[in-house]
């Protein structure tokens, strides 16, 4: 699932990256989630919490973030 559309970012991005010990700073210096628009930063920061053991994800669904008729980034 892509949760950072701006930058093409996906769900498996922000695991791996989490996992291997990286921060959400350097995550987004690495892949530029939430550096944009800014939509996917809640999604990207829970996503990224539960990854590193911080409890269950509690991300609303994409469209939440990026209405069908939202203008792209
Ligand atoms: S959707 Fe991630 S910065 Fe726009």
Known sequence: MIVC????????????AAQQGASFEELQAMHGVATR???????????WSSSRGGGPMTCPPM????PPFAMPC
């Open 5 to 16: 559309i701006c930058h093409r970012v996906s769900d498996r991005i922000i695991r791996d």
């Open 37 to 47: 628009c800014g939509r996917c930063e809640s999604c990207a920061r829970a996503l």
């Open 63 to 66: 469209q939440a973030h990026h």
